[in-house]
């Protein structure tokens, strides 16, 4: 079964750090554009950053510009979010997706969740 | 990185046909023809129902369709069913290189 599955999420305190994972099965990473997906509880969705098949075209939302970092390793089918300086706009499930063309998200993960919170 | 414009909600009765309007800038909607729309149900991941502005994926009706005239990209559902029930969200690739999303719209079936 193709599928992408995220984890790292958790309750972290203002300020602080944390490094969301997502796991592809079912499919072979490498060949697609990678992104990060956020959605605020009760919002609507928001781009956060995408990673190109070789990491050598990265996109940030101007809300993460310079607290979040998107890597991925292709040998273990994986896409990370590095996020630091969080702050409490930054509560939300993050999903990470795949993208087969230009924001053709055909496969998403089912979310884990960040609260920022004192 | 302003959010694309969306309806808040939109409703229709069984059978009947809405529409859900999309709007952004020339830099965004009206630079490239990749808008993408996904429905999400609660507490659900959202699903690809459009792509490329009017390609409808394998796994999605054909009384989804959708359609772009300048700025402002539409969904049209056909045949309005209660499973259509649902939150829906545009997309677009922008010139910039970034993404951006619309605000999203609530869909009733009455």
């Known amino acids: 079964e193709v599928q992408l599955v995220e984890s790292g999420g958790g309750l972290v305190q203002p300020g602080g750090s944390l490094r969301l994972s997502c796991a592809a099965s079912g499919f072979t990473a490498s060949p697609f554009t990678l992104h990060w997906v956020r959605q605020a509880p009760g919002q609507g969705l928001e781009w956060v950053s995408y990673?190109?098949?070789?990491?050598?075209?990265?996109y940030y939302a101007d809300s993460v510009k310079g607290r979040f970092t998107i890597s991925r390793d292709n040998a273990e089918n994986s896409l990370y979010l590095q996020l630091n300086s969080l702050r409490a706009e930054d509560t939300a499930v993050y999903y990470c997706a795949r993208d087969r063309g230009h924001v053709e998200f055909d496969v998403w993960g089912q979310g884990t969740m960040v609260t920022v919170s004192s | 990185q302003s959010a694309l414009t969306q309806p808040a909600s939109v409703s229709g009765s069984p059978g009947q046909s809405i529409t859900i309007s999309c709007t952004g800038t020339s830099s965004d909607v009206g630079a490239y023809d990749y808008v993408s729309w996904f429905q999400q149900l609660p507490g659900k991941a959202p699903k690809l129902m459009i792509y490329e502005v009017n390609y409808r994926p394998s796994w999605v009706s054909n009384r989804f369709s959708g359609s772009k005239s300048d700025n402002t990209a539409s969904l049209t559902i056909s045949g309005l069913q209660d499973e259509d029930e649902a939150d829906y969200f545009c997309?677009?690739?922008?010139?910039?290189?970034?993404?951006?999303f619309g605000t999203g719209t609530k869909v009733t079936v009455l």
């Open positions: 997309t677009s690739y922008t010139s910039s290189g970034t993404v951006v």
């Open positions: 990673i190109t098949t070789y990491s050598d075209i990265i």
